[in-house]
């Protein structure tokens, strides 16, 4: 039988073995996946933050689609920032020279006023004038026609009529 000595000397070595071991793998797997995992987890966020950022698809509420891609971009953009809806298309009422009979214009609704203001307000930041030919809705500035933005004097009848949505018209 061997003696202690030799029996705790074989003990020692075993272990600082096993500890470099361990250090090694510690190293190389346990550190190596946490932060692995930690990249992932940010590489996952960021792709979360820019799938929300993306635009949903249309959801034409029935109506049939139109526009070319300029009306759709601002569709698609309004729809995947704001909650709001597509109300009209190319059907419905509307004045004999409307974009909505020639499918370059759409009239988006929401569950509140304030939610189609925020929407007005965001469609004309995010886009500028000049890049709609029709802009109304239920606050009376920002409105644009033909790229030029002016305010629409309370109670007119075409500002009664765009109280109760965005109406938005592109030329392109």
């Known amino acids: 039988m061997a003696s202690r000595s030799t029996v705790l000397a074989k003990l020692a070595e075993r272990k600082s073995r096993m500890g470099k071991q361990f250090r090694k793998w510690r190293k190389t797997h346990k550190l190596g996946h946490l932060k692995a995992f930690r990249v992932q987890k940010r590489a996952v966020k960021k792709l979360k933050k820019i799938l929300g950022r993306l635009p949903k698809e249309i959801d034409w509420n029935g109506y049939p689609p139109v526009g070319g891609p300029n009306l759709q971009k601002a569709l698609q953009w309004a729809l995947a ?92």
């Open 81 to 172: 920032n704001y909650d709001v809806y597509v109300t009209s298309t190319n059907g419905g009422v509307h004045t004999s020279t409307s974009y909505h009979y020639r499918n370059q214009a759409v009239d988006i609704g929401a569950d509140t006023t304030q939610a189609k203001i925020r929407c007005q307000h965001g469609l004309y930041i995010h886009f500028g004038p000049a890049f709609f030919a029709e802009l109304f809705g239920p606050d009376n500035y920002p409105w644009v026609k033909n790229g030029v933005t002016y305010a629409e004097p309370e109670g007119t009848a075409l500002e009664n009529l765009h109280d109760t949505h965005v109406h938005m018209a592109v030329t392109s």
